[in-house]
C-alpha cells in the first residue's frame, strides 16, 4: 500500500489517497500508469505527484497510441537517479521507455517535445541518442 498526494493545481489543493501497488495512478487515463509502474523502485510508503504531471503523461501516452513502459517516476535523491546528470524523479518526471528501440524512442521523444505540455524534455543526447 502507498499514501500517494496529488497536488491538484486546478484547485489548489492536495489530495490524499491510499492505493494498492496494481492499482491505477489517480488521473492516469485508462489504467495506463499503476501505482507499482510509478513507484519503480523507491522503498518510500508516501508518493507524491501534480495533476498536470499526469495530465502530461496522459496527452503522451494518448498521442503514442499504444503501452509505454515506465522505468522510474518516483525517486527519492538517495534512492538514485542519473548520476552526474540530475535526480529528477519527484514525481512530475518519468523516465519512460525503456526496452523499446531507438526509432520508438525518438517517436515518443519527438512527441513529448512537440506537445508542449512538458516543462522539460530530457534532450537524446545526455541519454547518447540521436
Same mark, same amino acid.
Given at each position: $500500500? !502507498?499514501?500517494? +498526494?496529488?497536488?491538484?493545481? @486546478?484547485? @489548489?489543493?492536495?489530495?490524499?489517497? *491510499?492505493?494498492? #501497488? @496494481? #492499482?491505477? $495512478?489517480? +488521473? /492516469?487515463?485508462?489504467? =495506463? $500508469?499503476?501505482?507499482?509502474?510509478?513507484?519503480? &523502485?523507491?522503498?518510500?510508503?508516501?508518493?507524491? =505527484?501534480?495533476?498536470?504531471? $499526469?495530465?502530461?503523461?496522459? @496527452?503522451?501516452?494518448?498521442?503514442?497510441? &499504444?503501452?509505454? %513502459?515506465?522505468? /522510474?517516476?518516483?525517486?527519492? *535523491?538517495?534512492?538514485?537517479?542519473?548520476?552526474?546528470?540530475s535526480q529528477? +524523479?519527484?514525481?512530475v518526471s518519468?523516465?519512460?521507455?525503456?526496452?523499446?528501440?531507438? !526509432? #520508438?524512442?525518438? =517517436? *515518443?521523444?519527438?512527441?513529448? =517535445?512537440?506537445?508542449?505540455?512538458?516543462?522539460?524534455? #530530457? %534532450?537524446?543526447?545526455?541519454?547518447?541518442?540521436?
Amino acid at each position: $500500500m !502507498a499514501t500517494v +498526494y496529488i497536488f491538484n493545481n @486546478n484547485t @489548489n489543493a492536495v489530495e490524499r489517497y *491510499i492505493l494498492g #501497488e @496494481n #492499482e491505477a $495512478m489517480p +488521473y /492516469a487515463f485508462g489504467r =495506463t $500508469m499503476t501505482v507499482g509502474e510509478f513507484r519503480a &523502485r523507491s522503498c518510500s510508503p508516501v508518493l507524491w =505527484t501534480s495533476l498536470w504531471a $499526469m495530465q502530461a503523461w496522459n @496527452n503522451l501516452r494518448s498521442a503514442y497510441g &499504444r503501452s509505454i %513502459p515506465i522505468g /522510474a517516476a518516483f525517486k527519492r *535523491i538517495w534512492e538514485g537517479g542519473h548520476a552526474g546528470q540530475s535526480q529528477h +524523479y519527484a514525481g512530475v518526471s518519468f523516465d519512460i521507455g525503456q526496452g523499446l528501440s531507438q !526509432a #520508438e524512442r525518438n =517517436t *515518443i521523444h519527438g512527441i513529448a =517535445t512537440r506537445s508542449g505540455v512538458w516543462g522539460y524534455v #530530457e %534532450p537524446l543526447y545526455l541519454k547518447g541518442q540521436s
